[in-house]
């Protein structure tokens, strides 16, 4: 690349360096120093002293667990529920673009306003779940649906899988926008039903866009904050404390911010050998 094309790239890339490249690597490093809050003393280098004691964190581990069955719960649900969404608004229905406009509705709100409003939603007492189901007969009592340990997770599921279904919806309509109506239209014809229409056509042109948000989702997901944060605060006992959030509590609580850099660090490589193994593995179904 000759020196004018980096001139050009230079206003996109100092902002990303900047802003995103630069205290990544700060943080990372904290992973290696006693780093604390308060404290007096010059922040000394340990090598892997942090990791190591890491590495006997069962409460750590067992936020990891919890943390990536809610990632792959999250991103498997927002997938198939936008998938069948997508290829519905891709039909041509009447008011079709009034149905895509409220699509993106939740896709609007902040994290925050989506936790306060499901907070109201999930309430014991006077939450509009609750009301319904009694309604219908579905429920005798009152359902404290953030507060128990079996349904807390489950119920937080939802809200995830509900705040990200509009962007995996979107980038998917887009995908399918890119589908030859000619090849759908010969398949048709050819006495082809809707699914093999969809397997046969339909679904070899989607699978790079499903592949690349599948990845991206999970990425998203996994480092998920504010929406549980809002919503349970990690509990209860724990049942909803994903390691972002024990980094988080474990920084700006206790104070021991090179011990939550640790962390950082360890979730950073875990997430990047599970989607080097998840992209290598649909690649070479690809070549195949």
């Known amino acids: 690349m000759d020196r004018d094309a980096w001139f050009l790239?230079?206003?996109?890339?100092?902002?990303?360096?900047l802003l995103s490249?630069?205290?990544?690597?700060?943080?990372?490093?904290?992973?290696?120093?006693?780093?604390?809050?308060?404290?007096?003393?010059?922040?000394?280098?340990?090598?892997?002293?942090?990791l190591a004691d890491l590495?006997?964190?069962s409460l750590f581990w067992d936020s990891f667990k919890i943390g990536l069955v809610w990632a792959l719960s999250v991103t498997a649900l927002q997938?198939?529920?936008?998938l069948g969404?997508?290829?519905l608004l891709d039909q041509d229905l009447r008011f079709r673009w009034l149905a895509r406009t409220l699509v993106l509705v939740p896709w609007a709100m902040p994290?925050?306003?989506v936790g306060v409003m499901w907070r109201l939603v999930y309430n014991q007492d006077a939450g509009i779940l609750n009301a319904t189901l009694r309604d219908l007969h579905l429920i005798s009592e009152n359902v404290d649906w953030l507060a128990g340990i079996s349904l807390a997770l489950p119920a937080v599921v939802v809200v995830g899988?509900?705040?990200g279904m509009p962007q995996t919806t979107v980038v998917l309509l887009a995908g399918l926008q890119n589908v030859p109506v000619d090849l759908r239209e010969a398949a048709a014809l050819d006495g082809a039903g809707p699914w093999r229409r969809f397997r046969a056509v339909t679904w070899p042109a989607l699978k790079p866009v499903v592949l690349a948000i599948?990845?991206?989702?999970?990425i998203w997901n996994f480092n998920s904050f504010g929406l549980v944060y809002v919503l349970t605060g990690g509990g209860p006992g724990g049942a909803t404390r994903l390691p972002m959030l024990f980094a988080y509590e474990e920084a700006f609580r206790y104070g021991q911010f090179g011990y939550a850099a640790a962390m950082g660090l360890v979730m950073v490589a875990v997430v990047a050998v599970l989607l080097t193994v998840f992209l290598r593995n649909r690649l070479k179904e690809d070549d195949l």
């Open 79 to 82: 997938l198939l529920l936008s």
């Open 161 to 163: 899988v509900w705040a």
């Open 85 to 87: 969404l997508a290829l």
């Open 214 to 218: 599948t990845a991206l989702n999970f």
């Open 9 to 17: 790239l230079l206003p996109a890339l100092l902002p990303v360096l």
């Open 55 to 57: 590495r006997l964190d």
């Open 21 to 50: 490249a630069g205290p990544l690597l700060y943080g990372l490093s904290l992973a290696f120093t006693d780093a604390q809050s308060g404290r007096t003393e010059v922040t000394r280098f340990t090598g892997l002293a942090n």
């Open 111 to 113: 994290e925050v306003v």
